[in-house]
């Protein structure tokens, strides 16, 4: 069989991610010259040979280290399946990360790899505030497998969170630094840099202590933990990477070594991604550029417009942070451009946040973000519901905050329905 197009450059230039999205790790050949991947719905695949069955299992299973230049073969899609392959090659391209593995949800991504690089007694030092399932993940089912997750919040500096270790009796027993940055909702920003030097202050040979960064909210194109020291960068696939609002799915990026090991526990778990959503991400990430800079475009628009807004009390943007604060500093150091994701604090409380939500007509009043439609959504009651309480309040996320996920829309049209919303408080 052919090999897949592999070429990253052309006479010389280096070809750009955008234009590898339309032939990376596919070959025509495969598939009667059909231009496009087909899907490969099947359970199962046949070998060659015993030998190949034999060979084939022993690289998925971990039971021994690839010869030089052999790929795993086809075994079962729970494994492995072209669609897979070929998606998992393209996502490596914009982090510039060695592997991928995807996932049928942002959670099992984050979930598989907790269980695969944890182990009981540990400690898992987290940024506060994380998407509400991951939050409850953290406290509640890892606390069933004797892991203890402890929180840091933002502009935390080195000393302050080595007291929070030594007051916590976690100085020797950290075993990852999980960071959601941008955090959902309140786009606050955490230094992943920092947090690599940490963590190698804390490994020893024996125990090394891994940089998890969840990029959700700034997606493979404006931010690259990888290229920052982080081991692994995690993706709800479902937001911008899908960015349809018609697939669930989740990646995880990072070493062949690291994500081998991934892969193994993805198999056992059964929390494979199937073809056919993952022929639709292929589809997606053909015109990610696109949405993503668009809506970039827009969000810029409308956070400078919202910041000026008589009845809004305080925007959360990333181009609209305090110059010379420690975020802005952050921000300038590791991220690209500031993303599509916007919270405010209306001037009120949840009543005047709901009839605000209520009286929208372009926003859907859904959760989730990164789609081509502009969402809004009310964090305190609805994605960070499960939050404990006084927690939330330490975090931001109060009655008054709303969140945007502003979409491909014209811009002006945006406003006129968030400015008619606003009329009816």
Request: aromatic share 8%; charged share 25%; with cysteine.
């Amino acid at each position: 069989m052919s090999k897949a197009f592999k070429k990253k450059e052309i006479g010389g230039k280096a070809l750009h991610p955008e234009t590898l999205m339309m032939s990376y790790g596919y070959n025509p050949e495969w598939s009667e010259g059909a231009i496009k991947s087909p899907i490969f719905q099947t359970s199962t695949f046949v070998f060659k040979s015993a030998e190949d069955g034999k060979a084939f299992f022993e690289l998925a299973l971990g039971k021994r280290e690839p010869e030089k230049g052999e790929k795993p073969g086809l075994i079962y899609s729970r494994l492995n399946n072209p669609d897979l392959e070929i998606l998992e090659d393209r996502l490596t391209l914009w982090d510039g990360a060695e592997a991928a593995a995807v996932f049928k949800s942002g959670m099992a991504a984050i979930s598989t790899t907790f269980m695969e690089l944890l182990q009981p007694g540990q400690v898992i030092l987290h940024s506060d505030p994380v998407y509400g399932g991951t939050d409850h993940f953290l406290k509640h089912t890892m606390a069933k497998f004797q892991i203890r997750a402890l929180g840091f919040k933002e502009n935390m500096e080195e000393e302050e969170l080595m007291a929070l270790l030594k007051k916590n009796e976690a100085l020797d027993k950290v075993g990852m630094i999980y960071i959601e940055t941008p955090a959902n909702p309140t786009n606050a920003l955490f230094d992943i840099g920092r947090c690599v030097q940490l963590a190698r202050q804390l490994s020893t040979e024996e125990k090394p202590v891994y940089v998890v960064v969840d990029n959700t909210f700034l997606g493979p194109l404006w931010q690259h933990p990888l290229q920052l020291g982080a081991d692994l960068v995690i993706y709800s696939a479902t937001k911008y990477i899908g960015g349809h609002s018609d697939v669930i799915a989740g990646a995880v990026l990072g070493s062949s070594e690291l994500i081998g090991r991934i892969k193994v526990m993805r198999s056992q778990l059964g929390s494979t991604l199937g073809p056919w959503t993952g022929w639709l991400l292929l589809r997606s990430l053909e015109t990610l550029k696109i949405r993503m800079t668009t809506q970039l475009h827009n969000a810029r628009i409308i956070a400078h417009w919202l910041k000026a807004h008589p009845k809004v009390e305080r925007v959360h943007y990333l181009d609209e942070l305090e110059p010379g604060s420690m975020a802005a500093d952050i921000y300038r150091k590791q991220c690209d451009e500031p993303g599509a994701m916007i919270s405010f604090d209306i001037k009120g409380g949840e009543k005047e946040a709901f009839k605000f939500m209520n009286h929208l007509e372009l926003f859907h009043l859904a959760v989730s973000l990164g789609s081509t439609e502009s969402l809004v959504e009310h964090p305190a009651t609805m994605t960070h519901a499960g939050v404990d309480d006084e927690e939330k309040l330490a975090f931001g996320i109060t009655e008054s905050l709303v969140r945007l996920s502003i979409g491909v829309e014209d811009p002006d049209d945006l406003i006129a329905d968030l400015e008619n919303a606003f009329r009816q408080l």
